[in-house]
């Protein structure tokens, strides 16, 4: 797997105002129509009342929803451009456009150091059309712009500046705590590979070819990101996030069997989620060939990425698949953004290495990926990792004003996100609050509790929770739909026909869009009502 720092000093040197300046516009282009869409699940649910309350009264710490001691350098970013420009959804995703091209540049140098500039613009294509990579890119999470100054913070450390690293890393893990990952992994593994080596090795697997004082450097973004805690307890009594927050996220998953099933998963995340095996499969198996030879190469065969560049992110992959395995309640594809793209690095600069028509290859990818936006797969999946998402924002769009056209003094039963959605305007579905009466889901269970309380509210809206799959894998498997249900909260949403007979309703409304449904139920007294 290929290519050695000579041919990256060889390459033409590509001005990196240029580079970025170029992503920038491919990827706002590529993101138009999606830059006026409201707020979406996680977004709606935190991120952006977070930032907005940093912008209203500059306190670090949310007021108006429960802190999830996430640290603050992504939400005062987003807080200095509504103060800028105005607080608009499209002032929102073009900010987060700006960090995604600049993580596609950090993925754009750091490809270019350790193999060559074909691989670097290569790699970033890819990564750009990565679906998880795609979709995260314009909307207001944290893990996106970790991820790109995580490569950086590895650009650096490649280039033995182990300053700069820590400057750059110190910085990812105030973006998001779990960018601390990157560096101690790096750590570690300084420690651990001297003992990996003999003198007959042909090629050194550190980087750092003995320990020093110098290392410690590495553990010095646990300094901010501890004032940062210090802090956070300071104004709220806790550290790690509100009660709530971390059991779900800590105390719930430590349980061996779903340490051992997340485990599964995240490995599943790293080489072949959404059409990812398109690419791994193909630098497996371009592994049989052998080295294509070059007559500009010092020995004639393309060369690899150094192996001890190749070890160095193998120790990075590896703590994030266990650590993300052991904690987050729920096991979402973009906390492994920071690991997925020095994959496809590593995937690409071998096909470049192996392959004559590697560049077919990479063609063959990256329509995979495209396609994988759009047509979702024979599995579960989280709506934000393509463009799904947007399916449902359209949905709740739709639903939502009629609400407020017909239903403006009505109680609404329906489930988060929906909730705050009808709850604060500043979101972008309605112009003014409406009265909210909250359940957990759309299970059977949940729906005829809510029967009992018929009297509580006016109409229900009801809507897709998540991707169902007409025939999903392992689908007969009971074992694992008994654990998916046990360790990742899942559950079946009544379609809204069904819906409407258990609350004593009339389903006036239903749209589908790919797989997901929104309707509008009118309980029968209104209709009653209006027919006296």
Partial sequence: MASGSRAALSAPQLKPILVFAVLFLAVLVLHLPLLRLPYFWDEAGYYVPAARDLLLTGILVPYSTPSNAHPPL?????????????????????????????????VFRLA?????????????????????????SSLA?????????????????????????????STAAFAKETAILAPLALFLWEFLCPLLTHEEQSEPLCLTQERSWKSALLLLPLIPLGCWYAYHYERTGFVFGNPEFFHYNVEATLHPLRMVLAFGLRIFQVTGYLNLYVLTL??????WL?????????????????????????SVVVTYVVA???????????????????VIIVCVSTLWRRVRLWRGVIAIVVLAFAAALFVNPPYGFSLEDNLAYRDYIRLHQD??????????????????????????????????P??????????????????????????????????????????????????????????????????AQILGGRLIYGEKRNGQWAGVIEMERIVEARKR
């Fill in 141 to 169: 999470h944290l893990d996106l712009a970790a991820a790109g100054l995580t490569f950086w913070g590895l650009r650096s450390y490649v280039d033995k500046r182990l300053t700069a690293t820590a400057v750059w890393f």
């Fill in 74 to 106: 992504v939400l005062a970013y987003l807080a200095a451009w509504w103060k800028i420009a105005g607080y608009f959804p499209a002032v929102t995703r073009t900010a987060m456009l700006l960090l995604a091209a600049f993580s596609l540049l950090g």
């Fill in 399 to 432: 639903a939502e004003t009629l609400l407020e056209a017909r239903y403006r003094t009505a109680r609404v039963l329906t489930a988060w996100p929906a909730s705050d959605e009808l709850t604060w305007p500043y979101l972008g579905y309605v112009t003014r």
């Fill in 434 to 499: 409406m009265r909210v009466l909250r359940i957990e889901n759309f299970t059977v269970e949940q729906l005829v509790s809510a029967a009992d309380l018929r009297s509580s509210f006016d109409v229900a809206l009801v809507f897709s929770t998540k991707w169902e799959p007409a025939h999903p894998w392992l689908e007969h498997w009971e074992q694992w739909q008994e654990w998916k249900r046990r360790f990742f909260g899942y559950h079946s949403d009544v379609p809204p026909e069904a819906a």
């Fill in 112 to 136: 270019q150091r350790v193999a060559n500039i074909e691989v670097a613009w290569a790699a970033t294509v890819c990564t750009a059309l990565y679906p998880v990579f795609f979709a995260q």
């Fill in 290 to 314: 052998p080295p294509l030879h070059d007559s500009d190469q010092p020995n004639g065969e393309r060369p690899r990425i150094a192996l001890g560049v190749q070890l160095a992110f193998l």
């Fill in 324 to 342: 993300m395995a052991l904690v987050g309640g729920a096991v979402l594809a973009r906390y492994m953004l920071p690991v997925v793209p020095l």
């Fill in 282 to 287: 193909a630098a497996l198996l371009a592994m």
